[in-house]
């Protein structure tokens, strides 16, 4: 599929006037040549908090959303709904969405860095729904796996499974309370909403208690 019908589903959700997300207009699918791919994940306290998951791959951004984030724990499986590919340019996105606006509410870039696939046929990999891959972030490193769980009759959206798997990285405690803080600004999702204008009681709610 060309990158831009992968976008049209992103583009038509939001209003571009109104919210300050990136339309993504410059698709530019990389050349091979390239070695390294990004990886960002977004903490998004919209109507409920989530952590969005985002791995490059042909010129777009494959976009999970894991409601509590991921566990270096590998007995934990985080659930990780597939949701709509978005531009590589979002991976800058921190700030506000306005509220009304689709995902309205405060969005953090938690973490950022490269992801290596493990699986040697990435979009074979998609679509058999087993994704292996390793993270260097900040936050998230070593080896993952994304699974496809079974669809349930009337599922709008795949769900899938994020889980650790073992090696150095494995750890019970949870990453997400000990590093809650933007890798870009060093903000907590309250400060963001302060700084820019959002809601910030509904920002904090998303903060680890103090
Ligand atoms: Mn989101």
């Known amino acids: 599929m060309s990158t831009r019908k992968r976008l049209a589903e992103y583009r ?6 109104v919210s300050a997300e990136p339309e993504g207009k410059a698709i530019k699918v990389r050349s091979r040549k390239k070695v390294s ?13 989530h952590y969005d998951l985002r791995l490059e791959w042909q010129g777009v951004m ?27 340019e979002y991976n800058a996105f921190e700030g506000i969405i306005p509220e009304g606006e689709y995902g309205g509410g405060t969005v953090m870039i938690w973490d950022r860095g490269i992801w290596i696939p493990e699986s040697p046929d990435v979009d074979a990999a998609l ?15 070593g080896s993952w796996v994304l699974v496809r769980a079974r669809r349930k009759p009337g599922q709008a959206r ?6 650790k ?19 870009v600004s060093n903000r907590l999702l309250l400060e963001i909403a302060r700084d820019e204008g959002g809601n910030v009681r509904k920002a904090a709610d998303g903060d680890p208690p103090e």
Do not use: C
Request: aromatic letters at 10%; hydrophobic letters at 40%.
């Open 12 to 17: 038509k959700k939001r209003k571009f006037k």
């Open 37 to 49: 791919l990004a990886f960002v994940v977004q903490k998004h306290r919209a109507t409920a908090l």
């Open 62 to 88: 494959l976009s999970w959303a894991v409601p509590k984030g991921p566990s270096y724990d590998t007995k934990v499986k985080r659930m990780a709904i597939h949701v709509e590919d978005h531009p590589v």
């Open 127 to 141: 679509q058999k729904g087993e994704l292996k891959f390793s993270l260097e972030g900040l936050k998230l490193l």
């Open 158 to 163: 795949d769900a899938w499974l994020l889980i």
């Open 165 to 183: 798997h073992r090696d150095q990285w494995v750890s019970e405690q949870d990453v997400t309370s000990l590093f809650p803080r933007s890798v």
